[in-house]
């Protein structure tokens, strides 16, 4: 797979913004998930609304980050996954 070491900072920066996701996703099931229980009726709009605008943003810039890779390692490739180049 030459096309691979070709392009290794691609590859890194997918592998970051893959990892760091699996980050957050674990943080969120451990933290703010189960919090969710603990909010009540009454304030449980507002909980999840405030949960909601401060994680997006987290979120958000790394799947873009991850999309943008994955095009841009399919378009290296030229649509043939797992062929050699």
Do not use: K
């Not at 030459?2 to 893959?18: E, F, I, R």
């Not at 996701?21 to 909980?47: E, K, N």
């Amino acid at each position: 797979m030459p096309w691979l070491l070709a392009m290794p900072w691609l590859l890194v920066m997918h592998a970051a913004a893959t990892f760091f996701m699996a980050g957050v996703i674990w943080i969120i099931r451990v933290v703010p998930s189960p919090l969710f229980g603990m909010v009540g009726a009454d304030g449980f709009v507002a909980y999840e609304r405030s949960h909601a605008s401060r994680i997006t943003p987290v979120v958000g810039t790394a799947m873009l980050i991850e999309a943008a890779c994955t095009g841009l390692l399919v378009v290296w490739m030229g649509g043939s996954a797992g062929a050699d180049r």
